[in-house]
C-alpha cells in the first residue's frame, strides 16, 4: 500500500509512559531486500506494487530501489515480470487484448519513500497486517527516508499506482 500524502508515525504509550511506534521504520537492504518482496536484477532491487484497492493479479507500478536510470528500471520491471509471473511483455496484461494499442512506456520518476512493518516484530497486534510491510512516498528530509525511483506499469492506468508527478509538484523528478 502506498500514498502520496505526507505520513505521521503513529505512536502507543508504553506501560512507563514511553511513546513507541506502533510501526518500525525498515530500511531495505542487500540481506533482507528479498525476504520482503524484492529481486535483484543486475544490482538493483525491484518489486511490483499494487494500487490501494489490492485487487489486481499483476503490479500496476514498479519501484527500484535508489535513484536508478529510467532504462535500467524497466529491464529491472520486465526481469521482475518474468520471475515472479512467468512473462516479459510489459505492454500488456495476460489476458488483454493485443490491439489495443499502448503507445509508450511511462517515465520513471525518481523520489523517496520510507518502508514501515507493521507492527514490530516484538510486539505483534494480532491484526490481518502483522508482519507485512508497506512504503509510503515521503520527502528526502524523513528520518529513514530512502531514494526510490518508481514506474507505473504500462497497461495500468495512470491513476492506478498513484506514483508522485513531477509535474504537479510532488517531491520527485523525472529519471534520466
Not at 10 to 25: A, F
Not at 78 to 88: K, P
Amino acid at each position: 500500500m502506498t500514498t502520496a500524502a505526507p505520513y505521521e508515525i503513529e505512536t502507543n504509550e508504553g506501560d512507563d509512559g514511553t511513546p513507541h511506534p506502533v510501526e518500525q521504520l525498515w530500511t531495505p537492504c542487500a540481506d533482507d531486500a528479498a525476504d520482503s518482496g524484492f529481486i535483484a536484477h543486475r544490482g538493483l532491487y525491484v518489486t511490483g506494487i499494487d494500487d490501494a484497492t489490492e485487487d489486481h493479479l499483476y503490479p500496476v507500478a514498479f519501484i527500484v530501489l535508489g535513484h536508478q536510470r529510467w532504462a535500467d528500471v524497466i529491464e529491472a520491471a520486465a526481469a521482475y515480470m518474468s520471475r515472479v509471473h512467468g512473462w516479459r511483455n510489459l505492454h500488456l496484461y495476460p489476458g488483454d487484448d493485443p490491439a489495443v494499442l499502448i503507445p509508450r512506456i511511462p517515465r520513471a520518476v525518481t523520489t523517496w519513500g520510507v518502508f514501515l512493518r507493521h507492527p514490530h516484530d516484538d510486539h505483534g497486534c494480532g491484526c490481518e497486517w502483522d508482519g507485512t510491510w508497506r512504503m509510503i512516498w515521503s520527502p528526502s528530509t524523513e528520518p529513514g527516508a530512502i531514494p526510490i525511483t518508481a514506474l507505473r506499469h504500462p497497461a495500468a492506468l495512470v491513476t492506478a499506482a498513484g506514483i508522485p508527478n513531477p509535474d504537479e509538484g510532488a517531491p520527485a523528478t523525472w529519471a534520466a
